[in-house]
């Protein structure tokens, strides 16, 4: 009776999310602007019964470890969905992805909006779209970004309720194409919750905020003019500029004092500096990259052949390169669909 599934997508953002004004809510310090990624997201099927002990997570995807913790941090999500509704039945939860782990892509983002959305369907909740987001980013911050449609703004908002994500234009807006490269699936040293509490220590953490609302408008209006020229030289500089933070914020770990957190490896370093010849060379493609050594291209339709052959090309200098290639358009956001 008290079931629904939901399913939702994973997002990239083109303007980052990179440090929280309050962790325990997950308040970012700045606005960020994604799309959703039509190829990967999370199917999610929540049931709610009176008799149930205990809450119980199916995850279809997660390793043994991932699941423990996994599972806690559903069930904690699933508290404040029940607070909302005053009901204290506890849930089977099924969730499953559409695409591997350690792809570059993080499942959180998916993971939490269809948890929300689902959660939220089985008890009948009446809520708007806004609420609906502000709920999901309790879970995960960029979560919020998957619950609207197509291309997306979080509004960084002043408290609980004014956090939440609306659609900037729907995803048959502009036809864009992300071929993300993943080029290592080897877990990262820091997580990026530990790299949005470090970001605050980089002495140019002040001066990005300071540019942040030019940036971000220059890519609201870069995605409604459809200016590729300008949407690419801005995300690709915002790219660089979450990293330069990442760099520049020194961190004490297990095994000792760090001077920055590289996320980048020699293959994605690689990658970047190709796509500077190739644009020299005239193929149309500009690059994102999120906290992990995954390089995201963006292109439109008439470069994508190009850009996948001078990726292959590149992938075949070394035999043993065990690149993964994913390739993703814009897509709508998070929604209920019929439970089976
Ligand atoms: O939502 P989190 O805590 O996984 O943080 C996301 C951080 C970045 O992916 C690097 C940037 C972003 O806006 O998605």
Not at 64 to 71: N, V
Not at 78 to 102: D, H, W, Y
Not at 195 to 211: I, N, Q, V, Y
Request: hydrophobic share 40%; aromatic share 8%; with cysteine.
């Amino acid at each position: 009776m008290f079931k629904a599934t939901a399913v939702a997508p994973a997002n990239l953002a083109f303007v980052k999310y990179w440090g929280k004004i309050d962790p325990r809510i997950n308040l970012p310090c700045n606005n960020s602007i994604s799309v959703n990624l039509s190829e990967a997201f999370t199917t999610t099927t929540v049931e709610f019964d009176p008799s149930y002990q205990n809450d119980e997570v199916v995850s279809v995807n997660a390793t043994e470890k991932a699941s423990t913790k996994f599972s806690a941090r559903v069930s904690a999500h699933l508290n404040r969905i029940r607070s909302i509704a005053n009901v204290s039945f506890k849930a089977r939860v099924t969730t499953e992805n559409s695409f591997p782990s350690g792809v570059g892509i993080a499942s959180s983002a998916s993971g939490f909006a269809a948890l929300t959305l689902a959660a939220i369907g089985a008890l009948g909740l009446e809520l708007s779209n806004n609420q609906i987001s502000a709920i999901a980013r309790l879970g995960s911050g960029s979560a919020c970004r998957s619950i609207p449609d197509g291309f997306v703004e979080w509004i960084a908002g002043k408290d609980n309720d004014t956090s939440y994500a609306i659609t900037l234009a729907p995803p048959n807006h502009w036809r864009i194409n992300i071929v993300s490269v993943v080029v290592s699936q080897i877990t990262k040293k820091t997580s990026s919750t530990d790299g949005h509490s470090l970001a605050p220590m980089s002495p140019f953490f002040e001066k990005r905020l300071d540019t942040i609302e030019k940036r971000l408008e220059l890519v609201r209006n870069s995605i409604r003019d459809k200016d590729f020229q300008q949407f690419g030289r801005e995300l690709e500089k915002e790219a660089i500029s979450m990293h330069a933070i990442a760099m520049t914020s020194p961190i004490e770990t297990i095994d000792g004092w760090i001077s920055g957190c590289y996320y980048w490896l020699p293959d994605t370093l690689e990658l970047m500096l190709a796509a500077q010849n190739w644009r020299t060379n005239g193929l149309n493609t500009f690059f994102t990259l999120d906290a992990g050594p995954t390089v995201h291209f963006i292109c439109q339709d008439d470069d994508l052949t190009n850009l996948l052959s001078n990726i292959d090309i590149l992938k075949n200098k070394y035999p043993l390169r065990e690149w993964r290639i994913m390739i993703n358009q814009p897509s709508l956001g998070a929604r209920l669909i019929p439970t089976k």
